[in-house]
């Protein structure tokens, strides 16, 4: 069956701009995942979502970045006022959302380059 | 607080030869770890995973992991590298009892020679 898919791929943006980046889960999956992976490092967590709920977004780094997941399914990542810093690759994730400590299955992500 | 410390940043085996990949851990509680590899151009992948259960753990393409409690330490083995094992192997501890917020380590990079 389809993975977990992201669109862009790639998106390169200028200091200052407004991006998205979509995620679409793996169909009947609940829960969805955000990281981010800067190059050289592991992935680092940023929002989790049950359904259409932000049940944790402990790791979104500032008031600049959004998620949502209107119909508990396509998520988006809102990126408001990009800096150079935010220049990484930005993951989705999802799981069953069943009971338990379960695989969470990775999309390929978008790398965003802000200039 | 969780955090987990991949030992080497890059291993390089023979192919047929053992694999080992060092990492160690910090948890306030009993942590579910896991073992993530990421080919080039690729997802992640989840290799295996430890809940509290058997301290030994099997996963995909002939690795395995052991819980050690007393060493805080889940390295992972391969008795035998493979050209195609080449890739990024990232060490992970869930943030919370739930699962739903991981911790990934800075990961090693395997490299397989001939």
């Known amino acids: 069956g389809a993975g977990v898919s992201q669109t862009p791929s790639n998106k390169v943006t200028e200091k200052g701009k407004y991006v998205e980046l979509r995620c679409d889960p793996i169909?009947?999956?609940?829960?969805l995942y955000w990281y981010r992976q800067s190059l050289g490092q592991g992935p680092e967590f940023l929002i989790y979502?049950?359904?259409?709920?932000?049940?944790?977004d402990s790791g979104l780094p500032n008031d600049r970045f959004f998620a949502v997941r209107p119909e508990g399914s396509v998520s988006t990542l809102k990126i408001q006022r990009t800096e150079r810093g935010d220049s990484a690759v930005y993951l989705c994730?999802?799981?069953?959302?069943?009971?338990?400590?379960?695989?969470?299955?990775f999309g390929p992500g978008t790398r965003l380059t802000v200039l | 607080a969780q955090s987990v410390t991949q030992l080497d940043s890059h291993v390089s085996v023979s192919e047929g030869t053992p694999v080992l990949l060092r990492c160690n851990y910090s948890s306030s509680y009993s942590p579910s770890l896991f073992w993530y590899v990421q080919h080039p151009n690729k997802g992640l992948q989840l290799l295996l995973k430890?809940?509290?259960?058997?301290?030994l753990v099997k996963g995909i393409n002939g690795f395995e992991a052991e819980f050690k409690k007393s060493e805080t330490s889940f390295h992972l083995t391969k008795p035998s590298a493979h050209m195609s094992d080449a890739a990024e192997y990232f060490c992970v501890v869930s943030l919370n009892q739930a699962g739903t917020a991981l911790i990934f380590g800075k990961g090693t990079t395997l490299s397989v020679s001939s």
């Open positions: 979502f049950q359904g259409t709920g932000a049940a944790d």
């Open positions: 169909s009947g999956h609940t829960a």
């Open positions: 430890y809940t509290s259960a058997a301290t």
């Open positions: 994730a999802s799981s069953t959302g069943l009971a338990g400590v379960e695989e969470q299955f």
